[in-house]
């Protein structure tokens, strides 16, 4: 439930209260083992917006959110309740967005905190382990889009995400060290993306770059890669896809995407079952009809 408070013509708040429950069950189909785990959470959150220009908008936000563990993670193949407590977070956020004529844009600046994030195990967990509650972690950075109409054909927008900081923001010990202060794995410090966009009469197209920055895999941060692949870091990729939307009436539409235009090959996860290789070109192609 939430409700906007609206002050005056410029300034406006939205208060809101989220409450989830939820029951988690796995039945091992091969040996008949079962298992569940429930949890009930409390969600507040708040928004305000203050227009002070008509082509300017500051925003602010802040509120809890959660997330629960995967069933396959939460409970055994044995059956057993891991005790995976869910992830909780406390997320601020302040932001200006805009348009000016052909240009939109909008940045932000955010931290989220979290009680309890669920990340990927290394391999000192011991044998089998996936996931473990890393304890609190502190995630904070700076996110911005623009977008552009360079003619009444033609467009480009981009946007990126920079994380300077992705940590463990507790004592962590594995294997008897601690990992507190090490970034957190799988938390590239940029992710972004450009595009440049096409349409006339019905067709539309843009061909898109994304970019995502080296990567580590495991709490302990390690560089180097080991023998099996589990461990070392993923080095920075840049992958292209090009896409078409074509409208021949009121009913029918065509649609195509190239994934991956150019087949770069690049790593896309190490642990917990080694390299595994990201999408290779792709093709994707149908048609839609609106009654």
Not at 283 to 291: D, E, I, R
Request: glycine share 10%.
């Amino acid at each position: 439930g939430q409700n906007r408070f609206i002050f005056t013509d410029k300034i406006a708040a939205t208060l809101g209260l989220r409450i989830e429950s939820y029951d988690q069950s796995r039945t091992n189909e091969l040996n008949g083992a079962y298992g569940k785990t429930r949890n009930t959470e409390i969600m507040p959150g708040v928004g305000l917006t203050w227009q002070v220009h008509p082509q300017a908008q500051l925003f602010a936000g802040a509120y809890e959110g959660f997330s629960p563990a995967m069933v396959a993670t939460a409970i055994s193949s044995s059956g057993k309740d891991e005790k995976l407590e869910a992830e909780r977070s406390k997320n601020f956020e302040f932001g200006v967005r805009g348009a000016m004529d052909r240009l939109t844009y909008e940045a932000t600046a955010f931290q989220m905190d979290f009680t309890n994030q669920i990340i990927p195990q290394s391999q000192s967990g011991g044998v089998g382990a996936t996931v473990t509650n890393a304890g609190e972690t502190l995630n904070r950075g700076l996110e911005g889009g623009v977008g552009y109409l360079i003619t009444s054909n033609w467009s480009v927008n981009a946007n990126a995400t920079y994380l300077p900081t992705a940590k463990f923001d507790s004592t962590k010990l594995i294997g008897g060290i601690d990992r507190n202060g090490n970034r957190l794995p799988y938390a590239p410090e940029w992710v972004s993306n450009v595009a440049l966009n096409y349409q006339s009469g019905g067709l539309r197209t843009g061909l898109a770059a994304y970019y995502i920055s080296e990567q580590f895999v495991d709490p302990e941060n390690t560089v180097a890669q080991s023998t099996d692949g589990r461990r070392g870091v993923i080095p920075a990729y840049t992958t292209f896809n090009l896409n078409a939307h074509y409208v021949l009436n009121k009913h029918w539409s065509m649609f195509g995407t190239i994934r991956n235009l150019f087949d770069r090959q690049y790593i896309a996860s190490r642990n917990p079952d080694g390299i595994f290789p990201g999408i290779e070109r792709n093709f994707q192609a149908g048609v839609s009809y609106k009654f």
